[in-house]
């Protein structure tokens, strides 16, 4: 797109809808996106998460509800119970199509057809599976559901004879090019109130969802002011919730008070980001955000972190399976954009004929009536998919973001300190080993680590597991312009992408 004269965002958006085919273990035409956009002179920021259906109320969720789950750090659940991950119920409205569409109404300059041109290629002649997505491909084959009709389509679309694609193996769908080619042609209209939508809403009626044609044509996207924290001369930008943003931002503003901050500090810092994130973040429409980020409550949360490992909770500041892409282009347009299932195949609930799946985001709402995220009809539910944006003194410096559902602030937070304290590029930023913290003191490291670092973190009181399993470390790209022009890209060494340019 580059080569042809578009901008930033055409290729952002044309990667992004090529992924959908190539990669739909981790993002797809059913799930969400969220997006940062460097105009050349401003940042501006598009929330496209979709909302719940209108029919959805707490009780409905809370009759399916499992035991408790991991997947937002353990903190989401009420009573011992989460939402359900697979089937209709943790279904919300596809937002990524009218992302596509708005993001390239505002700053896009090919024709919008053109940015399909690609995808619909791939879907319709097949392309050759990459070793990480072939693996989280094997993976989900082994947890669909198998006896919910609405899934019942799942394995017809995306696996051969029962079996998912091996590295290398060409896989087609050709489902998914009519899908695209509709999208494509009607600018999302297909997708929201024409064909698509329809057939979602029989195929909804005949197995049991409560999404209908008219939760579809209501979705909009939502032009949102980004928040931002600085931290040693620069500033951290992240979209504002519904998503998980507010706690990076947090942790960094909370090392930013603190000299010579150790592993041990940041682990304690982001601790206190999440312990917040999951005790406030909510669909801002339905209730006003407490600010985080006033200095006095960070001041107040800072003087938590000790040289011993925390268990913290919430403060009260009213007193005091997802795929990540940066795009550049020489006008100085920059672009932050991430897309995403939330689980892996999301709820594979998958249109008869149509080659694609449904997100499960309502998976991420609370079942506490009293948390500002508790399930509701129309609701925007908690979101883990943030991009990121690194400004100094007001001028870009770029795009970045690690996908990965918790580890994602973290990824964010360790990115910007190896930028901003060490100067290191992206890639060398990127390649650095990385700690994840999972609850309570359990830390994970890399096992590039040192012998000391690990004996540091224990003798405080962390309980720390080294694993060669890089799946749970976050998966990043990031994007620097340099001072005197040009750029310098680096792209993640943990799955299958790469940094492009000509």
């Known amino acids: 797109m580059l080569r042809e004269g578009g901008s930033a965002v055409d290729a952002a958006v044309a990667a992004a809808v090529t992924l959908t085919v190539v990669q739909p273990g981790s993002n797809d035409i059913g799930g969400d996106l969220f997006a940062l956009v460097w105009d050349g002179t401003a940042l501006h920021g598009l929330n496209g998460s979709g909302r719940a259906p209108a029919a959805l109320t707490l009780d409905i969720l809370a009759r399916a509800a499992l035991a408790p789950t991991d997947a937002l750090g353990g903190t989401q659940g009420s009573a011992g119970s989460v939402p359900p991950h697979h089937g209709w119920l943790p279904v919300t409205v596809p937002g990524a199509p009218a992302g596509w569409r708005d993001l390239h109404a505002r700053f896009g300059r090919l024709p919008f057809e053109r940015l399909f041109d690609n995808a619909i290629r791939y879907a319709e002649s097949g392309w050759p599976v990459s070793p990480t997505v072939a693996r989280g491909w094997a993976r989900a084959v082994g947890v669909r559901p198998k006896d919910d009709p609405a899934c019942a389509h799942w394995p017809r679309t995306f ?57 579809l044509a209501a979705h909009e996207s939502t032009w949102v002011d980004p928040m931002s924290a600085r931290y040693h001369g620069y500033e951290v930008h992240e979209l504002p919730p519904n998503g998980q943003g507010v706690a990076a931002l947090e942790a960094l503003a909370l090392l ?32 006003e955000l407490p600010d985080l980020l006033n ?208």
């Open 295 to 502: 200095p006095s409550y960070i001041d107040k949360r800072r003087d938590l972190i000790t040289d011993r490992a925390g268990d913290p909770g919430p403060g009260d500041p009213m007193r005091g399976g997802t795929v990540y892409l940066a795009a550049a282009d020489s006008n100085g347009m920059m672009v932050s954009l991430i897309q995403s299932n939330y689980m892996g195949f999301g709820s594979f609930v998958t249109v008869p004929g149509y080659g694609f799946g449904l997100q499960n985001r309502g998976a991420g709402f609370s079942l506490d009536p009293a948390h500002p995220n508790v399930a509701a009809g129309g609701k925007r539910p908690f979101h883990t998919i943030i991009p990121g944006f690194l400004t100094r003194d007001g001028a870009p410096v770029g795009p970045f973001g690690v996908m990965g559902g918790h580890m994602q602030p973290q990824g964010h937070l360790q990115v910007v300190l190896s930028t901003v304290d060490e100067g290191v590029d992206p890639q060398t930023a990127l390649d650095r080993p990385r700690w994840y913290w999972h609850r309570g003191r359990e830390v994970f490291l890399e096992p590039e680590f040192s012998a000391a670092v690990v004996a540091d973190l224990r003798e405080r009181g962390h309980v720390v597991t080294l694993t060669g399993d890089r799946g749970g470390f976050g998966m990043g790209q990031a994007i620097w312009r340099l001072a005197g022009g040009g750029y310098v890209a680096g792209s993640e060494p943990r799955a299958d992408g790469q940094a492009a340019a000509f």
């Open 256 to 287: 930013d008070g603190l000299p010579d901050a150790g592993l041990h500090e940041q682990i304690e810092a982001m601790k206190l980001g999440f312990a917040d994130a999951h005790a406030y973040v909510a669909d801002p429409a339905t209730g």
């Open 159 to 215: 696996t051969i004879d029962g079996r998912a694609p091996q590295v290398g193996e060409l896989f087609a769908n050709p489902g998914a090019g009519r899908t695209l080619r509709l999208i494509s042609g009607s600018r999302a209209q297909a997708f929201y109130t024409g064909e698509i939508a329809q057939a979602i809403d029989r195929f909804s009626r005949a197995t049991g969802g409560l999404l209908t044609g008219d939760d």
